[in-house]
C-alpha cells in the first residue's frame, strides 16, 4: 500500500524538481501514441526538438506561440489562486480581440503612440468584463463559475462568428468571415525583421513580473492569497471576499484579453472565428506545470509552446496528426496533477498493515 | 401566437425533442449520480467525444452496433476511471482533474481518429441505428408518432433513468451513494469502503455519459466530427443542479431543453432571415446558464461535493 | 479487579498498542482489558491518546505495534484485522464518535441500515428493520423519530441514533467518545442510566472522558492515559477525584480565577435581534454586555450560539434589530468594521475560520490588520514591519513555532489558538467574544486561554463567553445567559447558579420552571 504524511513546506528545488519531472514523464509517454502511429520515436522526438529550437526562425516561432501562453497561463494561474475556478480564458481572448480589432480597424485614427495603447486597454477591458458576469454570479448567487465560463466559451465564440458574418466583415475579404484588417498604426511593433516575434511577448514578459509583484508584495496579492486558502478565515479576519473575488476576476479576464490583442494587433492584423487553437484551455495546463506561479508561467508556456511548434513541424515531415501536441499537453496536466501529490506529502511505500493516508 | 402553438402541438415537434435530448439525459443521469457519491465530473466533455469517437470506430470495424455501445460504455469507463483515481484516493482538485480528463479524452480520441483515417476528406459513414417500431405503442395517437420515430438509444437513455431512480432511492447501494455524498465518515463508520464507493460510482457514471456520445454518431448522425460534442456535456453538468440532483427532474429538465432547441431551430425557419443564425445556436448556453440563476438560490448541492475524503481523518 | 466487573469474561483486550504521528507518540504501549457487562472509563485531556486509541480499535487507524483481541461468537479471544472498521464492526464493536459519522440527508432508519446489507441487494428490508429496532428502543429506553431526517434532530436525538446503530448491529462492545461533551446535566444523566442498563444485560462500554465527576458516577473501572501512556488502570471505587486529576494531568495547573470586580457601563448592546433559519435562528435576542465584566452564554450545542457568535463578528446582519458598541450603531456593520471597532473575536472552529492554515505565522498574525498605515504603505506591504511584529507577539504569547515564516497550520491547537489571541487582543479591543476558546485544548492551553481573557476584563474590556462547558462558564463568568432553540435568557449572576438549574434552562425549562 502507499502511504500519504504531509510534508514540510517544500523547497525550492524541489517546487521546480517536480514539474519538470512531470513534462519529462508526458514527452516519454508521447511515445506511446507515436508508436501507435508507426513514427520511429528517436526520429520523432529528434524532429520535434528541431521544429521548436532548430533555427532562429523556429526559436521565433516558439515564443511568438510561447505570447499568448503566458497570458492565458498568467489568466489561469491568477484566478487559481484564489479558487476562482476561471475557465473561460478562451472566450475572453477571443473577447479582446474582437475589441481590439473594432477599435483597431479604423474606427479611430490617431498616431500609435496612442492607438497602440488604446487597443491594448480596450482589448483587456473586454476580457475582464468577460469574467465579471460570472463572478457576480459566483459571489451574489453562488451560481458555479466553472460551468457559467465554460459555457461563455461557446457563447462568444458564436458571437465573434456573428459579428465577422455581420457587421464586422471585411467587404474586401472576397467573402470569407474576417475582420477589416488593423490600422498599422494599431498594430504591436515587431521585434525582429522577418520574423512574427512581436510585442505581445513583451507584454506578456510584463504582465508575468507584474502579476508576480501584486501576489507577492501588495496588500491586494496577501487578500487574494488569503482568499483562495482560505476563504472563510479570510472573511471572518475582515478581508472583503467578495471584492477580491471580482478583482480577481476582472484582472484574470483582462490577462486573457491581452492574449487576444496580442494574436490579432501582434500576429494576424485581423480577426477570424479560428484565432485560437485552444490557448485558453493549453492556458490552464500552463498555470498548472507552473505551480500557480507566476513567473513559472512563462517557463511552463515556453516548454508547451516548444510542443506545439515542434509537433507541428513534426507533423508536416511525417504526416501524423499534431493532435499528437494536445495530447502530450493533456497528458503533461495529468502528470503534474499527479506528481503535486510528491510536493504535498512524502509519498510511502510500506507493507499492506498500514492502509490510512493523513493529510491536510 | 398560433403559429407557436401550431409548431408545439405536432407530433414531430415532440419526436425532435426527444431526439435533442437523449444525449443529455444520458449525461445528466451520469454527472447526477457521481455528484451524488460526492464527485464533480468536468471529465464530461471529453467522455462524450471519446465515446462518440470509440462507438462509432467500433461499429466501423465491424462489432456491430450494440457491440459499438459497449465498447463507447468500456471508453467512458476508462476515463472515468482516471478521473476517480486522480479524485478520490488522490484527493486532487475536482475540477482541475476534470478538465485534464476532458482534455485528454478529446485529445486521443482526435488522434485515435485521425491516424486511423488519415485521408479522409469526408468522414466515413456506418449504418446507424434506425427508429423502433413497437407494435401497439407506435399506433397510440400524438405519442405513438412522437415515439415511434425514435431509435433504440432513446428507450434506453429512458431505462437508465428508471433504474438510475430504483437503484437511488429503492437499494442499499443507492443508499451508501446518497450517504458518501453527504458524508463519508457516516459510510466508513458503517464498515463500508468509501474509495470504492465512489470510485465506483464515478465509473459507472462516466460509462452512461459516454452513452450520451455513442447516441451522436450512431443515432443523431451516422459518422464522427471534430468538435461535434459542442458543450453538450458542460450543458449537462448545468442541468444537474437544475434537476436537484434528482433523475426525475434531470429526464423533465432534459426534455424541456431538447424542447425549447427544438422549438427554436423551427422559430429560426420562420424568423431566421431577420435574426442572425448564431443568435439561435447560442440558446442552448444562454439557456444553461439562466437555468442555473434560476435555481441557485435553492440549489442544495451534496454536502460533500468537492471535498476529498482521507481514512482516519473527520 | 472483577470486584467492580459484574462478569469475568474478557470481551476485548488491547496489548501493546503503540502509534506514532512522526516524532510524536500518541499511544505508547498502552494495554487495556474489558468485561462483559463493564463500564470502562479512559480518562485523560485532550492530547492524552484516548481517541487515537479508541480509533486503532475502530481500525481507522493501524497501530505500529500491538494487537486487538475481541471475544468471538465462539467465545474465545481473536485477533481482529487492523485498519478495518469493517471488521471492527463485525466483531461487534460499536463507536460513537465525537463528531457524529451521520448522513443528514438521509432518516435516522437509512442511518442505522447504512451498511448493514448486501449493497447489491436489490430490495432493502425495512419492514424487519423497524420492528427490530422498535424492540430496541423499549428495551434501552432510547427512543427517536425513525423517519425523521438527520437535519432535522437535536444533538441528543443524533446520539441515540449513534448508539442505536450499533446496538442494531448487535455490538458487544460499545465505545463512546466524549459522549457528554455536548449534552445537559440531565441530559447526561439519562444516558448514563442507559448505558448502565446496556451494560446490566452484558454489553462491554468504554467511554472517554476529562470529566471526573461522571467517570466516578458512572463507570465500574477508571484506566487514564496521560501522554500517550497508560498512567492507571484501577476499580472506580475508592477512587478519590483529586488523585485521578493528579494523574490525568501530571503536575498540577494553577486555575485562573476571577477576582471581584465592579462592572462598568454598558458597551455592547444588542436588542430584539432576530436573523438565521433553522435550528440555529436567533429570534428577539437581546443582550447588554457591560465594561469589566465577563457574560457567560450556556446551551447545547446548535440553539443558535453559532448564529448569534456570526452577527457579532459581522458575518450575518441582523434581519431585524439593532446592534450598538459604545453607543455607536454597527448593526450591519462587516467583519472589517466590527474589528475597527473594537471587536475581538475569536471563532469557534480554530482551523476553518481562524487561521489561512499554508500562510505565515506573521501573516496569519497580520491578517485582521494588513490594510492598516503600520502594515502596508501604498499598497505594499511592508514585510520588516510585519515580521517584527510576529516576532513580538511570537515570545509575548509564547506561540510556539519554528519562527515567523512556518506555515500556521503545522501548530498544534493551543498554539493556532495563541496566533488568532495575539492578534485579536492586542489591539486592546473594547470588546471580546470568545466562541468555546478552549475546545479542544489541553490544559495548560486552556489555562494560558482564560487567563488572557480574564486579563482583557481587567482591563475593562467586556467579555462574552459562549461555552458547552459549563465548568468553564461557572468558573470564569460574571454573568450567565442561557440560549435555547435560539432564545436568550436574561443573564443571572454566576453566584446564584448551579450546574442544574443551568443544566434544566439549557433544556428549555424557563427560569421559574428550572428554579
Redesign the interface.
Known amino acids: 500500500m502507499i502511504r500519504f504524511e504531509p510534508r514540510e513546506p517544500s523547497s525550492l528545488p524541489r517546487l521546480i524538481l517536480i514539474p519538470v519531472a512531470a513534462a519529462i514523464v508526458a514527452l516519454a509517454l508521447a511515445a506511446i501514441p507515436m508508436l501507435f502511429a508507426g513514427l520511429p520515436v528517436f526520429n520523432a522526438y529528434g524532429l520535434m526538438m528541431t521544429g521548436a529550437f532548430g533555427s532562429v526562425f523556429a526559436f521565433t516561432e516558439m515564443l511568438t506561440r510561447a505570447a499568448p501562453l503566458i497570458l492565458t497561463g498568467l489568466a489561469a494561474a491568477l484566478a487559481f489562486r484564489a479558487k476562482l475556478w476561471n475557465i473561460g480564458a478562451e472566450g475572453q481572448l477571443y473577447a479582446g480581440a474582437l475589441a481590439a480589432v473594432a477599435v483597431g480597424s479604423g474606427m479611430i485614427d490617431a498616431p500609435g503612440i496612442i492607438l497602440i495603447p488604446l487597443v491594448v486597454f480596450c482589448g483587456a477591458l473586454a476580457g475582464g468584463l468577460m469574467m465579471l458576469g460570472p463572478t457576480l454570479l459566483k459571489t451574489r448567487l453562488g451560481v458555479d463559475e466553472v460551468v457559467t465560463t465554460l459555457l461563455l466559451n461557446f457563447i462568444i465564440l458564436l458571437f465573434v462568428q456573428m459579428m465577422l458574418e455581420g457587421p464586422m466583415k471585411d467587404p474586401m475579404g472576397m467573402g470569407w468571415p474576417q475582420s477589416e484588417p488593423m490600422l498599422d498604426e494599431a498594430m504591436l511593433p515587431k521585434l525582429m525583421a522577418r520574423m512574427r516575434i512581436h510585442g505581445g511577448l513583451i507584454i506578456a514578459f510584463i504582465a508575468a513580473i507584474g502579476i508576480h509583484l501584486l501576489l507577492k508584495r501588495t496588500v491586494w496579492g496577501f487578500e487574494i492569497r488569503a482568499v483562495g486558502e482560505n476563504a472563510n478565515a479570510a472573511r471572518h479576519a475582515g478581508i472583503p471576499v467578495t471584492a477580491t473575488f471580482i478583482r480577481v476576476g476582472l484582472l484574470s479576464g483582462a490577462l486573457a484579453g491581452l492574449a487576444g490583442v496580442g494574436e490579432v494587433a501582434g500576429l494576424k492584423g485581423y480577426l477570424t472565428a479560428d484565432l485560437s487553437p485552444g490557448f485558453g484551455y493549453s492556458g490552464i495546463v500552463v498555470a498548472m506545470l507552473a505551480g500557480l506561479s507566476p513567473l513559472g508561467v512563462v517557463i511552463a508556456a515556453l516548454f508547451i509552446a516548444s510542443i506545439f511548434v515542434g509537433a507541428d513541424s513534426m507533423s508536416r515531415a511525417t504526416g501524423v496528426s499534431n493532435y499528437l501536441a494536445d495530447l502530450i499537453v493533456s497528458m503533461a496536466l495529468i502528470c503534474v496533477l499527479i506528481s503535486g501529490l510528491f510536493l504535498r506529502f512524502k509519498v510511502r511505500f510500506v507493507g499492506a498493515k498500514s492502509t490510512e493516508g493523513v493529510s491536510k | 401566437m398560433s403559429d407557436i402553438l401550431e409548431i408545439l402541438l405536432t407530433a414531430n415537434f415532440w419526436a425532435a425533442a426527444l431526439r435533442i435530448a437523449t444525449p443529455l439525459i444520458f449525461g445528466v443521469i451520469g454527472a447526477l449520480v457521481c455528484e451524488r457519491a460526492g464527485v464533480l465530473n468536468l471529465g464530461i466533455e471529453g467522455i462524450f467525444t471519446a465515446g462518440a469517437m470509440a462507438g462509432w470506430m467500433a461499429v466501423w470495424l465491424g462489432t456491430g452496433l450494440w457491440g459499438g455501445v459497449l465498447v463507447a460504455a468500456l471508453a467512458g469507463g476508462f476515463f472515468g476511471l482516471i478521473h476517480a483515481i486522480l479524485t478520490v484516493p488522490l484527493g486532487l482538485s475536482q475540477h482541475v482533474s476534470g478538465i485534464g480528463v476532458t482534455l485528454f479524452a478529446t485529445s486521443l480520441s482526435y488522434f485515435i481518429y485521425r491516424t486511423a483515417l488519415p485521408d479522409v476528406s469526408s468522414p466515413p459513414r456506418i449504418e446507424a441505428f434506425k427508429p423502433l417500431d413497437i407494435p401497439g405503442l407506435s399506433d397510440l395517437p400524438f405519442i405513438g408518432p412522437a415515439l415511434f420515430q425514435q431509435t433504440a438509444l432513446t428507450f434506453l437513455a429512458l431505462a437508465v433513468v428508471a433504474v438510475t431512480a430504483f437503484v437511488l432511492y429503492r437499494t442499499p447501494l443507492g443508499l451508501a451513494i446518497r450517504a458518501v455524498g453527504d458524508n463519508p465518515s457516516a459510510v466508513e463508520s458503517q464498515g463500508l469502503s468509501v474509495y470504492a464507493l465512489r470510485m465506483g460510482t464515478v465509473v459507472a457514471g462516466s460509462a452512461l455519459m459516454a452513452l450520451g456520445g455513442a447516441f451522436l454518431t450512431m443515432s443523431a448522425f451516422d459518422a464522427f466530427f471534430f468538435g461535434m460534442v459542442n458543450g453538450r456535456g458542460w450543458i449537462c453538468i448545468a442541468l444537474t443542479v437544475f434537476a436537484s440532483w434528482r433523475p426525475g427532474k434531470a429526464l423533465i429538465g432534459a426534455l424541456l431543453f431538447g424542447a425549447f432547441d427544438a422549438f427554436q431551430v423551427r422559430l429560426q425557419t420562420e424568423v431566421g432571415s431577420f435574426i442572425p443564425g448564431q443568435v439561435f445556436l447560442m440558446m442552448p448556453y444562454i439557456l444553461s446558464i439562466a437555468a442555473l440563476i434560476l435555481v441557485a438560490r435553492k440549489a442544495d448541492y451534496p454536502r460533500a461535493l468537492l471535498v476529498p475524503y482521507f481514512r482516519g481523518q473527520r | 479487579m472483577t470486584k467492580t466487573s459484574p462478569d469475568a469474561t474478557v470481551v476485548l483486550k488491547l496489548d501493546g498498542i503503540t502509534k506514532r504521528?512522526?516524532a510524536l507518540t500518541a499511544n505508547g504501549d498502552v494495554s487495556l482489558t474489558l468485561h462483559k457487562g463493564e463500564i470502562l472509563a479512559l480518562l485523560g485531556e485532550n492530547g492524552a491518546g484516548k481517541t487515537t486509541l479508541m480509533?486503532i480499535l475502530?481500525g481507522?487507524?493501524?497501530a505500529d505495534e500491538g494487537t486487538v483481541e475481541v471475544l468471538t461468537e465462539g467465545e474465545t479471544l481473536k485477533e481482529l484485522e487492523?485498519?478495518s472498521?469493517?471488521a471492527?464492526?463485525?466483531a461487534g464493536i460499536g463507536?460513537v464518535?465525537q463528531?457524529f459519522?451521520?448522513?443528514?440527508?438521509?432518516t435516522a432508519l437509512?442511518?442505522i441500515?447504512?451498511?448493514?446489507?448486501?449493497?447489491?441487494?436489490?430490495?432493502?428490508r425495512r419492514a424487519q428493520a423497524r420492528e427490530k429496532l422498535l424492540d430496541l428502543m423499549d428495551g434501552s429506553g432510547l427512543s427517536v423519530d425513525l423517519d425523521a431526517r438527520i437535519s432535522t434532530l437535536s444533538v441528543g436525538e443524533k446520539q441515540r441514533v449513534e448508539i442505536l446503530?450499533a446496538l442494531y448491529r448487535n455490538a458487544r462492545v460499545l465505545v463512546l467518545d466524549e459522549p457528554t461533551a455536548v449534552l445537559t446535566p440531565q441530559e447526561s444523566d439519562t444516558l448514563f442510566a442507559t448505558l448502565k442498563k446496556l451494560a446490566a444485560d452484558g454489553l462491554g462500554i468504554i467511554f472517554i472522558s476529562h470529566k471526573l465527576d461522571e467517570v466516578i458516577a458512572a463507570s465500574h473501572r477508571v484506566a487514564v492515559l496521560r501522554g500517550g501512556r497508560k498512567v492507571a488502570d484501577q476499580p472506580t471505587e475508592g477512587c478519590d477525584k483529586r488523585q485521578l486529576a493528579e494523574l490525568m494531568v501530571g503536575k498540577s495547573v494553577p486555575e485562573s480565577t476571577r477576582d471581584s470586580q465592579i462592572p462598568g457601563a454598558p458597551r455592547l448592546i444588542l436588542s430584539d435581534v432576530t436573523t438565521g433559519s433553522g435550528r440555529d435562528a436567533l429570534h428577539a435576542v437581546d443582550l447588554e454586555l457591560l465594561s469589566g465584566e465577563i457574560l457567560g452564554i450556556a446551551g447545547v450545542s446548535g440553539n443558535g450560539q453559532g448564529t448569534l457568535a456570526k452577527v457579532i463578528?459581522?458575518?450575518l446582519p441582523p434581519t431585524s434589530g439593532t446592534i450598538a458598541l459604545d453607543g455607536e450603531v454597527l448593526t450591519s456593520a462587516?467583519?472589517?468594521r466590527?474589528?475597527?471597532s473594537g471587536i475581538a473575536?475569536i471563532?469557534e472552529d480554530r482551523h476553518?475560520?481562524?487561521?489561512?492554515?499554508?500562510?505565515s505565522v506573521a501573516?496569519n498574525l497580520a491578517?485582521?490588520t494588513?490594510?492598516k498605515a503600520e502594515?502596508?504603505r501604498f499598497?505594499?506591504?511592508r514585510f520588516e514591519a510585519i515580521a517584527q511584529r510576529a516576532k513580538d507577539a511570537i515570545v509575548a504569547y509564547d506561540i510556539r513555532c519554528q519562527g515567523d515564516k512556518?506555515?500556521a497550520?503545522?501548530l498544534s491547537g493551543g498554539n493556532i489558538q495563541k496566533i488568532v489571541l495575539a492578534r485579536t487582543l492586542d489591539a486592546s479591543p473594547s470588546v471580546v467574544l470568545a466562541a468555546q476558546p478552549s475546545r479542544g485544548l489541553d490544559v495548560g492551553a486552556t489555562s494560558d486561554v482564560h487567563r488572557r481573557l480574564l486579563e482583557a476584563r481587567a482591563r475593562g474590556a467586556g467579555v462574552i463567553l459562549i461555552s458547552e462547558d459549563l465548568d468553564e462558564l461557572l468558573r470564569l463568568s460574571d454573568r450567565i445567559a442561557v440560549m435555547h432553540r435560539g432564545n436568550l435568557s436574561q443573564p443571572d449572576k454566576t453566584e446564584t447558579l448551579d450546574r442544574a438549574t443551568l443544566g434544566l434552562r439549557m433544556a428549555g425549562q424557563s427560569k421559574e420552571q428550572a428554579a
Open positions: 504521528f512522526g480509533n475502530f481507522h487507524y493501524v487492523p485498519g472498521p469493517h471492527a464492526l463485525e463507536m464518535h463528531h459519522t451521520l448522513a443528514e440527508n438521509l437509512e442511518n441500515l447504512l451498511g448493514t446489507e448486501p449493497l447489491l441487494a436489490l430490495k432493502s446503530k463578528s459581522g458575518l462587516d467583519a472589517r466590527m474589528i475597527d473575536r471563532p476553518k475560520d481562524g487561521i489561512v492554515g499554508p500562510m501573516e491578517i485582521e494588513i490594510r502594515n502596508q499598497g505594499f506591504l512556518a506555515p497550520r503545522l
